[in-house]
């Protein structure tokens, strides 16, 4: 099955069946995630506040139901998935804010999904969000958005465009100035890239950056990758939501996200994902507890 807009498989994942929108195939992982993130809205002591997760869930109203509030989490994976959502969103919110407000002004959020960071942060004056995602993704989003009447708190520029088409130039027709430093994001978007995308991403990504520019990414790395995909309950969380990730992630072998960038000129560090929980005071819960918590956020700088 190709992709209506771009003739290609719908994902870079191993053998993807079917149409790509919003409750099928990589659309519905970037719906599980919002799930996740309208589950954390209901704890107290939430780190994220996504007020327009829930609408997102039920409005695509997909055939295997997602959960959207505590109560609703029947598997420990569940459990993993909403408190691993957490930490890397509010990690990743505050890289983000971090780079604003050191003066970087242009944030480009790769494969944006139905993040709402565009709407929910608290962005300094003059600062543009650019989020680039499949077409069938982005018109979703912006119906849920409009129907809510929400406003970004930046100027917001939606980019849809496959990230193995020529994506540089459909940023720059959005307005992308390359003169000037950027703040990059690549939040559970890795997985699903084959090897030789990847690799070109993140070239076409350091040829877009002027000096002082940042890049946030999630690194799980191989061996983490192989330990999830392996993980029973992994299998039964997807079956439960309809879906195969293996047939979504693709697994192919390939340089280190954080050795790739320092090969081109980065200064690169990270933090795992337990480290980041300990630092506001969340245990990682579920059976995927483990795996989680060796995940990367990496934090490169040009
Ligand atoms: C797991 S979701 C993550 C979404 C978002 N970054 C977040 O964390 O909420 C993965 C996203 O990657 C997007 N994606 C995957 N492959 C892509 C590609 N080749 N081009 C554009 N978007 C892609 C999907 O449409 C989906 O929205």
Redesign the pocket.
């Known amino acids: 099955m190709t992709s209506p807009t771009t003739g290609h498989t719908?994902?870079?994942?191993n053998s993807v069946a079917g149409p790509?929108n919003i409750t099928t195939s990589?659309?519905l992982?970037?719906l599980?995630?919002?799930a996740a993130?309208a589950v954390e809205n209901t704890r107290d002591d939430a780190l994220v506040h996504d007020r327009y997760a829930t609408d997102f869930v039920h409005a695509a109203n997909p055939s295997h139901p997602l959960p959207t509030t505590t109560a609703e989490v029947d598997s420990e994976a569940w459990v993993s998935m909403v408190d691993f959502?957490a930490v890397?969103?509010r990690a990743l919110d505050d890289l983000l804010l971090d780079a604003t407000r050191s003066g970087i002004d242009q944030v480009v959020?790769?494969?944006?999904?139905?993040?709402v960071r565009a709407q929910r942060l608290d962005w300094p004056a003059g600062t543009t969000v650019f989020e680039?995602?499949?077409d069938?993704?982005l018109d979703f989003k912006q119906q849920v958005l409009d129907a809510d009447g929400a406003t970004p708190s930046c100027t917001r520029r939606a980019v849809p465009?496959?990230?193995?088409?020529d994506?540089p130039a459909a940023l720059a027709d959005a307005g992308f100035d390359h003169a000037k430093p950027t703040v990059w994001?690549?939040?559970?978007?890795l997985p699903?890239?084959p090897a030789q995308?990847e690799a070109d991403l993140f070239a076409a990504a350091d040829k877009l950056s002027a000096p002082g520019s940042r890049m946030a990414v999630?690194a799980l790395g191989l061996d983490v990758a192989d330990r999830f995909l392996d993980s029973p309950e992994v299998a039964q969380m997807g079956a439960s939501m309809g879906c195969d990730m293996r047939e979504l992630w693709n697994t192919e072998r390939r340089t280190d996200a954080p050795d790739e960038l320092q090969g081109l000129g980065w200064t690169v560090s990270h933090r795992t994902l337990g480290e980041l929980a300990s630092s506001f005071d969340r245990t990682l819960g579920g059976s995927l507890r483990d795996i989680m918590a060796a995940n990367r956020i990496i934090d490169a700088r040009r």
């Open positions: 719908p994902t870079g994942g790509w990589v659309g992982t970037a599980a995630v919002s993130r959502m890397r969103s959020v790769l494969a944006a999904g139905l993040d680039i995602d499949q069938q993704v465009c496959d990230l193995r088409d994506w994001l690549a939040e559970g978007l699903y890239l995308a999630e």
